[in-house]
Antibody
Framework: DVQLVESGGGLVQPGESRKLSCAASGFTFSSFGMHWVRQAPEKGLEWVAYISSGSSTIYYSDTVKGRFTISRDNPKNTLFLQMTSLRSEDTAMYYC???????WGQGTTLTVSS | DIVMTQSQKFMSTSVGDRVNITCKASQYVRTAVAWFQQKPGQSPKVLIYLASNRHTGVPDRFTGSGSGTDFTLTINNVQSEDLADYFCLQHWNYPLTFGAGTKLELK
């Protein structure tokens, strides 16, 4: 069965960094592009970043560009989101999702607060 | 950036009704639109891709239509398990953008 399991969330202070992971299993991870999507409490969905299967193509939302870095380790079947200069508005549930959006993880919660 | 407008934040319905949830793109997106359903405490689930293609396992009471800038998700014979939040997404251009969502509630 396809599984995506996010981890790495937690409570951080404004200005700090955090790295999220998404462990993939049940499919050939290296063949699929991947997205990060987030959802602030009681809010809608916000697309964050995309990485192609071989990491050659990467896109970011304007709100995270320059602060977040998406990457992947295909041999280890893992997707990452390195987040720096975190702000309170980055507080959200972070989901990884496989292209074409057919599988999502259960999410990991990041809270940015002093 | 392309803005996806779901003008109805809430929609009230009864079991057995038909509902149309709409999404309007601020510019042309051809048929690069997906629809998602999200229930409380759960991850979103894709219902429709490329505007009108039903994802595997999605009941046929869910239908997507539209192209260009105007898109509709129709739910025929609404069931109680369909009460949820619905989001559209355009994937024609980066940055990808979601609609703000429509919450389907019981009257």
């Amino acid at each position: 069965d396809v599984q995506l399991v996010e981890s790495g969330g937690g409570l951080v202070q404004p200005g700090e960094s955090r790295k999220l992971s998404c462990a993939a299993s049940g499919f050939t991870f290296s063949s699929f592009g991947m997205h990060w999507v987030r959802q602030a409490p009681e809010k809608g969905l916000e697309w964050v970043a995309y990485i192609s299967s071989g990491s050659s193509t990467i896109y970011y939302s304007d709100t995270v560009k320059g602060r977040f870095t998406i990457s992947r380790d295909n041999p280890k079947n893992t997707l990452f989101l390195q987040m720096t200069s975190l702000r309170s508005e980055d507080t959200a549930m972070y989901y990884c999702a496989r292209v074409p959006w057919d599988y999502w993880g259960q999410g990991t919660t990041l809270t940015v607060s002093s | 950036d392309i803005v996806m407008t779901q003008s109805q934040k809430f929609m009230s319905t009864s079991v057995g009704d038909r509902v149309n949830i709409t999404c309007k793109a601020s510019q042309y997106v051809r048929t690069a639109v997906a629809w998602f359903q999200q229930k409380p405490g759960q991850s979103p689930k894709v219902l429709i891709y490329l505007a009108s293609n039903r994802h595997t396992g999605v009941p046929d009471r869910f239908t997507g239509s539209g192209s260009g800038t105007d898109f509709t998700l129709t739910i025929n014979n609404v069931q109680s398990e369909d009460l949820a939040d619905y989001f559209c997404l355009q994937h024609w251009n980066y940055p990808l953008t979601f609609g703000a969502g429509t919450k389907l509630e019981l009257k």
